[in-house]
């Protein structure tokens, strides 16, 4: 476990990105039947997938580091209102960008300590939120094009 982080602020950071993974795949849940037939109907099962997959090696990781991992909350309001297929796409970006900015924020708590796993939460982290501004991208290409990437992904 990292220590000399205060009130702990690299393991909520950790927590925080799970909930964030946990939010994006009820994201994509959601998202999926109103792409039912459209082109980005794959991307949104590959995001999806790959959603899951971080989240359930973060949950992993988190109970091998001696925390009890947070859980899921049962809804997720401010993904609402999805009705059409431009409305899925934006906040498929939305969710995306949210996991971004969860991981980068677990960056930069890990490099706050000295602590031999934050190497370790550095990498996982940096991971994550490249692929995580990668898959926002693609989104964004699909409703804005001349905005579809940013300077600073997480920010």
């Known amino acids: 476990m990292l220590s000399g982080l205060g009130a702990g602020a690299a393991m909520q950071a950790w927590q925080d990105a799970l909930a964030a993974e946990q939010r994006a795949v009820f994201g994509y849940g959601l998202l999926g039947a109103h792409l039912h037939g459209s082109p980005q109907l794959a991307l949104a099962v590959t995001c999806s997938n790959e959603h899951e997959e971080l989240r359930d090696e973060t949950e992993t990781s988190i109970a091998t580091g001696g925390l009890t991992p947070v859980a899921p909350a049962a809804d997720y309001p401010d993904l609402y209102p999805v009705t059409t297929e431009a409305q899925a796409a934006t906040v ?10 969860a991981w980068r924020y677990l960056y930069a708590a ?16 940096q991971t994550a939120l490249t692929a995580s501004a990668v898959r926002a991208t693609r989104w964004r290409k699909i409703t804005d094009p001349s905005h579809a990437t940013v300077a600073f992904p997480g920010l």
């Open 92 to 101: 498929a970006a939305r969710i995306e960008d949210g996991c971004a900015a």
């Open 110 to 125: 890990a490099a706050s300590t000295t602590d031999s796993r934050s190497h370790a939460l550095r990498t996982t982290a």
